[in-house]
């Protein structure tokens, strides 16, 4: 099966720009997840969808960031204005179930924030 | 909060000899999962092992699970130059989401 497909795979804006990331999970899986991987740590979630619903967005910057899974299939994240410290890899996941045990990353997105 | 935090940050080996990493975590939980990162890639599920486990193996990778010291070691056994990566733990409770630790880089040299 295709794996979890992301897009851009890098992208350099200067601060204050917006920036959008699209991903489209496994064919038939019900959760996504957005995560937020800076230089040398390990993924923070951002925001966790089950089917087009919200599950947890505990940790998403909600001033700046946004992600919407219209349809309950792909999903894109926005930042809106970046800031520098926003430099990070930008992973998605995607899991067959809510309580899906094992997920299944993408390659990432990184950023760069002049 | 930090739910794993790997021990060590960083460990470079000489291929064929054997890797262990540690895992601590802080509440109680109902698996632990090992991923791995190559460079500029996402993650990989490698193993999961559940609170009522003790030991897991899948090939050359064997995982134990100590829940009254809430710590976890990975051993990658007869290591590869390809075994070079960042490896994490993950910490799942109930049905919240995984929380995971900063890393250990596993570095193999030919």
């Known amino acids: 099966e295709a794996g979890v497909a992301q897009s851009p795979r890098y992208k350099i804006i200067e601060k204050r720009q917006s920036v959008a990331f699209w991903c489209n999970p496994i064919?038939?899986?019900?959760?996504l997840y957005w995560y937020q991987q800076i230089l040398g740590q390990g993924p923070k979630l951002l925001i966790q969808?089950?089917?087009?619903?919200?599950?947890?967005d505990s940790q998403l910057p909600k001033d700046r960031f946004s992600a919407e899974r219209l349809k309950g299939v792909d999903s894109t994240l926005k930042i809106q204005p970046a800031k520098l410290e926003d430099s990070a890899v930008y992973l998605c996941?995607?899991?067959?179930?809510?309580?899906?045990?094992?997920?299944?990353f993408g390659p990432g997105t990184r950023l760069l924030v002049l | 909060s930090q739910q794993g935090e790997e021990d060590p940050q960083a460990l470079s080996i000489q291929e064929g000899e054997n890797a262990t990493m540690n895992c601590s975590y802080k509440?109680?939980?109902?698996?632990l999962q090992w991923y791995r990162q190559n460079s500029g890639r996402g993650l990989v599920h490698l193993i999961l092992?559940?609170?009522?486990?003790r030991e897991k193996h899948s090939g050359r990778l064997r995982v134990t699970l100590d829940t009254s010291k809430k710590s976890s070691s990975l051993l990658i056994t007869a290591s590869r130059a390809a075994d070079t990566a960042s490896y994490f733990c993950?910490?799942?409770?109930?049905?919240?989401?995984?929380?995971f630790g900063k890393g250990t880089m596993l570095l193999v040299s030919p």
């Open positions: 969808f089950q089917n087009n619903g919200v599950v947890d």
């Open positions: 064919s038939g899986h019900a959760t």
């Open positions: 092992i559940r609170s009522n486990e």
């Open positions: 996941a995607s899991s067959r179930l809510r309580d899906g045990e094992t997920q299944y």
């Open positions: 993950a910490a799942r409770k109930g049905y919240s989401t995984l929380t």
């Open positions: 509440t109680s939980i109902n698996n």
